[in-house]
Structures are given as structure tokens and as C-alpha cells.
């Protein structure tokens, strides 16, 4: 049955014979590339890590796991995804192709509302069925950590039987996912005309019953012209803090709503999409450490043409994260390397932004920083080992599913 958790092994031991980026790792970490490297895993967490003539003769005793001079990078972190939902959205691929845009979809009744009646006729199991094979493609490419928004059920039932399918999907794949609540995501049909009451009716009851359930980690908005409004977003975000839940959002992929400003106000973790951000927005962001989640997935789908200003998040020293954005309509997309990809040809990232897009800046992106998106003694142990000789190859092929070895909260992972 797929959804049998695969038996994994301890990943515990000497990793020998490694390889290290650099610029992958905590800067007190005394590595070379091409040196001779050796992480030591004890009780499912780095202990060690450094040149292996160095391994202090404490951890001589312990079993070796031969490195064979991959590259060992921490593991992966898709910071922004929707990976739950019932169906698919090719037809709207069909659409667009013929001259509608996303805009023109969503009015036509297609878009998220279309993806919301197939989740809402789902089952929970079902949710699962379709998403495991999804979420396994990137777990097999190195990811260790994975936000999963709701924002496809719009009612406190279906909202929750998806951010349950999030929490089921952690413990059947042994990987760290952070569940964010996205119920402003789009006005539910029963609620056309009646944004305001819909945006009562999450901020009342939908999102504190959920969070009661210990079902939200963070909360998100999409804030757009097709969406929902700044004052609603602010809503939200006053709901939210009122939980003591962090905040982030969808902002300026469609429209310069100075979404980003409000956000960075309520401290959020992350700014995403961004493709209209504006200089003040940039500053906020500075201002109040908001990641910018670049996602080229839906730029490249959507065939945006609006680049997100990267010289100014750049010289602003906004971290800059990359995700997948995975979702049915905008962003069908199964590999957060191809992402790495798309940032450097598509948004001019260099190689290293474009890593630290995918590890740290990732992982600061859901509040994991301490956990995931580095390779350092005292943190679990989530690192990939790759066959490549380079670590700008990560970024460099695509369409390509390179064997690696991925070492998942402590456990040498099967899938
Ligand atoms: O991140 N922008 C809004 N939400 C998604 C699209 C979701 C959908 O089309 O189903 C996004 O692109
Ligand atoms: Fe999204």
C-alpha cells in the first residue's frame, strides 16, 4: 500500500569521505571544498562536523558510512507549497494556452474555486492518496522540510481535513512539515458578494478552532485585487497575532497592493511572490527581517513578465528564499532544484543565492533556522549527499533526478 511508511535505518555514525559547500554551512565550521570531510550523527542529531583528520578520537567507535566523495549539502526546504488539494487543473493549462489569463480563469469560475470543489468531495484518505506521490518526488530530491498550506476547503470542515492530511503526511514520511493556514485564500461560492462576512467568519471561528486543534504553525493571505483586500488582510493578521500566530503572505504577484508593507508590520516570516514589490515594501521588509519568497514556478506558468526586484532585495540584504509553490493552477511544479534553476536563468540569482534559497533562507522562511537549512553540530540530522563535483550543479542541470542519499530527521530515508 503507498501509503506504508518505508522502513528507514539510523542514520546515526561516522559520515566519511564527504565533500562540503562552503557556502552551505555555518560559518564557524572549518571547511574546504574538496577536503576530506566527516559529519558524526549521534542519537538522530549532528554531533560533529569538519575535516576528517580532525574527528576528535571520542567518536572513533562508531559505525562508518562511506561517503565516496559525494558533496553533502543540509537537506532541502520547500518553503511554500500547496500540496493538498483534490484534482488537478490541466484544462486551465489548455486555457491559458489559448490566451486566457490566471485573472480571466479565476472570473470565469475556474482557478482555486475549482480546486476547492474537488477537495471538498475528497475524503481525507483520498487527500493523502494524491498527495503522498507528489510530496515523495520531492522528498527524493532532497527535501527534509516542506511548508503545506490549506486554502482549498474555505469552511472549517474541509480547512482542517486538509491541514490534517498536512500533519498525516508528516508522520507517514518522517519529514518536518510546518502547516500553514490559508483560509483567505479565495471567497468560497457560498460567499460570493459577501467577502467581509467570510473574512468574519475565518477570523472568528474558523482559524481559532483550528488552532486550538494545534493545527496552524503560521497564517497566510492572498492579498490581490482578485483576492482579498488590504483591510482584510490586516484582518487576518490581527486574528492571527491575537493566536500568537506568525504571519506571511501572498503579496504583489498580480498587483502593487503594498501588501508587503502591512505584512512586514505584523513581523511576518515571509513576503511571497513579490513580482510588484515596490522600494517601500522593500524596506519594510528589511526592516522587520521578512524573508522574500521568490517562486518561479507561477512566473514561469503564468508566463509573468514583471521580474521581482532582486537588485533592490539584494542590496537591501533581504534574505531570498525559493520554493516550489507547488499547487494545481499556477504551479504544477515537482522539484525544488528545477526551482534553483529557474531562479538563476529567470531572475539572475546567483548559484549560491539561489542554495541558500533553497536551505537557509528556506528554512528562516517558517521559523526553522535552528533546525533545518545548515549542516551544524546540536541540530537533528536533515543533509542530501549528492553524486555531483560541484555544488553550482545543483542548480545547473534540470529535469534531471540525481541519486542522492537523503539523511531525514536522523534516519537514512527510502523515499
Ligand atoms: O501561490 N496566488 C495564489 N495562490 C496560488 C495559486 C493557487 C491556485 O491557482 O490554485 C499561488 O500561485
Ligand atoms: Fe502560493
New binding site residues.
Given amino acids: 500500500m503507498t501509503q506504508a511508511a518505508k522502513p528507514h535505518t539510523s542514520a546515526d555514525g561516522r559520515w566519511l569521505n564527504l565533500r562540503l559547500a562552503p557556502e552551505l554551512f555555518a560559518a564557524d565550521v572549518p571547511v574546504a571544498e574538496g577536503l576530506p570531510a566527516c559529519i558524526v550523527v549521534q542519537q538522530g542529531r549532528i554531533v560533529w562536523v569538519g575535516p576528517q583528520d580532525k574527528v576528535p578520537a571520542v567518536y572513533a567507535g562508531l559505525p562508518a558510512h562511506e561517503g565516496g566523495a559525494r558533496l553533502a549539502t543540509p537537506g532541502l526546504v520547500d518553503c ?1 507549497t ?1 500540496l493538498v ?1 483534490g484534482g488537478e ?1 490541466a484544462n486551465e493549462f489548455a486555457m491559458r494556452l489559448a490566451g486566457a489569463t ?1 485573472e480571466e480563469v479565476a472570473r470565469a469560475g475556474g ?2 474555486v475549482s ?1 476547492v470543489k474537488a477537495t471538498r468531495e475528497a475524503s481525507e484518505e483520498e487527500l493523502i492518496a494524491q498527495a503522498l506521490p507528489r510530496l515523495d518526488q520531492l522528498l527524493a530530491e532532497g527535501v527534509t522540510a516542506i511548508e503545506i498550506k490549506s ?2 476547503g474555505l469552511s472549517l470542515e474541509h480547512e482542517r481535513k486538509q491541514l490534517r492530511v498536512a500533519r498525516r503526511l508528516a508522520e507517514l514520511r518522517g519529514v518536518t512539515v510546518r502547516t500553514t493556514f490559508l483560509g483567505a ?1 479565495a471567497l468560497p461560492p457560498e460567499y460570493a458578494g459577501r467577502s467581509q462576512d467570510y473574512i468574519d467568519l475565518v477570523c472568528r471561528d474558523i482559524m481559532p478552532a483550528l488552532a486550538a486543534e494545534g493545527l496552524i504553525d503560521a497564517v497566510d493571505v ?1 492579498c ?1 485585487r482578485i ?1 482579498f483586500s488590504l483591510a482584510e488582510t490586516e484582518q487576518v493578521f490581527q486574528a492571527a497575532q491575537a493566536l500568537g500566530l506568525p504571519v506571511k503572505l ?1 503579496a504583489e ?1 498580480l498587483s502593487n497592493m503594498e501588501g508587503a508593507a502591512l505584512a512586514a508590520r505584523y513581523g511576518a516570516l515571509s513576503c ?2 513579490i513580482e510588484h514589490l515596490s522600494e517601500n515594501g522593500i524596506a519594510a521588509m528589511r526592516d522587520a527581517g521578512t524573508v522574500a519568497v521568490l ?1 518561479p514556478g ?1 512566473f514561469y506558468t503564468l508566463r509573468d513578465t514583471k521580474l521581482p526586484p532582486i537588485d533592490g532585495l539584494r542590496a537591501a540584504k533581504v534574505p531570498m528564499a525559493v520554493s516550489t ?1 507547488h ?5 504544477p511544479a515537482l522539484s525544488l532544484l528545477l526551482m534553483a534553476n529557474m531562479a538563476c536563468t529567470l531572475f539572475r540569482l546567483t548559484v549560491p543565492e539561489a542554495l541558500a534559497g533553497i536551505t537557509r533562507h528556506a528554512a528562516l522562511a517558517l521559523g526553522l533556522q535552528h533546525e533545518q537549512g545548515l549542516i551544524a553540530a546540536g541540530r537533528p540530522a536533515n543533509f542530501v549527499l549528492w553524486p555531483v563535483r560541484h555544488a553550482a550543479e545543483l542548480a545547473y542541470w534540470f529535469g534531471h533526478k540525481p541519486d542522492c542519499t537523503v539523511v531525514r530527521q536522523g534516519r537514512i530515508a527510502r523515499t
Fill in positions: 511554500h500547496h488539494y487543473r490566471y482557478g482555486i480546486s486554502g482549498y485564500h492572498f490581490e483576492a501572498h504577484q511571497d511572490h517562486l507561477a509553490d499547487n494545481p493552477g499556477t504551479s
